[in-house]
């Protein structure tokens, strides 16, 4: 028997208000670093607030501590903590409906309380300044995740690099061959503390390493599939299948450009088209980096828009890691405030529920939704904590970075 569509939609409801609803990346930080706003409005930043995050049933979201490229040898620590204040005092203003949290058992309580756990995980591994005495205080500090790079090469990890860039070249970035020694002692130290490695941005040298070196399973916050859009910020069949099989994650991101290879194609048509303009740009500031993104930006800013993709495509990306790396690997990672394209009818964090309806009409089960929401997440949150604590007699790493 086929159930009535009424009956998917109230059990897709009950079912999502039970579940623990993780996204390992949402970039409010950032928006509101430019311009505070109080999150209990609607429309405090372009995808989330507290109103919407309910609307969406969102259990916990890991707030990105972003530090752009820019920073790096800039003060990218410092950046680092001015996002981290701004977390405590996003939390500290609402204590009624967010509490912070630094474990699956946390998370588990919020959820059992009625709030809403706000995580934090570093993206851009130049934030730690090539310190492992950095790294340990972020931990400290409640940080749970790090992103080995962002679209910049750091001094001991290779990026996937700035595909936004009219005249992008994946070899610019290719400069270590994946990790350097100090970068898979990083990853290493990453294990023992608990700090869950994050592969997203990376290159797929340096993700090739990551899954030699590290000793934890690694997550991957927010990629898609690149058998669906061929962005270099994609994963491969082949790495979701080696990330799921030692039990890691692949966090969906919601981006057309990440969903839809029409949106992306139609993307680097545009770059393509801007490219002798960028040129000209970049001779011209070739002294000031910063006036030249403000500029490459607005020139970007002034051609058509790609077509977004519809939001179904999101359920397509869950199934594609579901049938290449397992029903235990997926999740979601959507990049909300982070991303200027999000699918339409997924605009921002009220619409998780949309997920879990269509999930079911797919006749995925009840506990399979339930894994893709967050379930998977915490198991793979546990699993990471187990290495920590079996690796606690290991004492911390003592490698000093130094420029060769
Ligand atoms: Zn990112």
Request: a neutral charge; proline letters at 4%; glycine letters at 8%.
């Amino acid at each position: 028997m086929i159930a009535r569509a009424d009956d998917v939609a109230t059990r897709a409801q009950k079912l999502h208000a039970e579940a623990i609803v993780v996204d390992t990346h949402l970039d409010a930080p950032d928006q509101l670093a430019s311009k505070w706003a109080d999150v209990a409005n609607r429309g405090a930043t372009d995808h989330f607030d507290i109103p919407r995050a309910r609307q969406g049933g969102l259990t916990a979201p890991f707030f990105s501590i972003y530090v752009a490229a820019g920073y790096a040898d800039h003060g990218a620590a410092r950046r680092a903590l001015d996002l981290i204040d701004i977390t405590h005092r996003v939390v500290d203003g609402h204590p009624r409906d967010l509490t912070l949290a630094a474990s699956s058992a946390e998370i588990r309580a919020a959820k059992k309380a009625g709030k809403i756990a706000i995580l934090m995980g570093i993206e851009g591994g130049h934030a730690i300044e090539d310190s492992l005495g950095v790294l340990r205080e972020m931990y400290r500090a409640g940080v749970r995740y790090m992103t080995l790079t962002h679209t910049n090469t750091n001094h001991w990890a290779d990026s996937s690099g700035p595909f936004y860039e009219p005249d992008f070249d994946p070899k610019k970035s290719a400069v270590h061959g994946g990790l350097s020694d100090f970068g898979k002692t990083v990853v290493k130290e990453m294990n023992r503390i608990g700090m869950i490695i994050d592969v997203s941005h990376v290159s797929d040298a340096t993700i090739r390493d990551v899954l030699e070196v590290s000793r934890a399973p690694v997550m991957a916050s927010h990629s898609s599939c690149r058998a669906l859009s061929s962005i270099p910020r994609n994963l491969t069949d082949d790495q979701i299948k080696q990330i799921g099989a030692k039990g890691g994650l692949v966090m969906i991101n919601v981006g057309s450009a990440f969903l839809d290879q029409k949106s992306y194609d139609h993307f680097v048509a545009t770059l393509a088209r801007v490219k002798p303009e960028y040129l000209k740009l970049k001779a011209q500031y070739a002294k000031d980096p910063a006036k030249l993104r403000a500029e490459a930006t607005a020139l970007l800013k002034r051609q058509d828009r790609a077509p977004r993709a519809d939001w179904t495509k999101v359920v397509e990306h869950i199934e594609r890691v579901i049938k290449v790396g397992g029903e235990d690997a997926v999740g979601i990672g959507a990049d909300f405030d982070g991303i200027e394209d999000p699918p339409i009818g997924f605009e921002d964090v009220s619409l998780y529920p949309r997920i879990s309806e269509e999930l079911l009409r797919r006749g995925h089960s009840e506990a399979q939704v339930k894994k893709v929401l967050g379930e998977n997440f915490m198991a793979f949150f546990a699993r990471v904590e187990t290495v920590r604590d079996k690796l606690a007699s290991e004492p911390p790493a003592t490698a000093v970075y130094s420029e060769k």
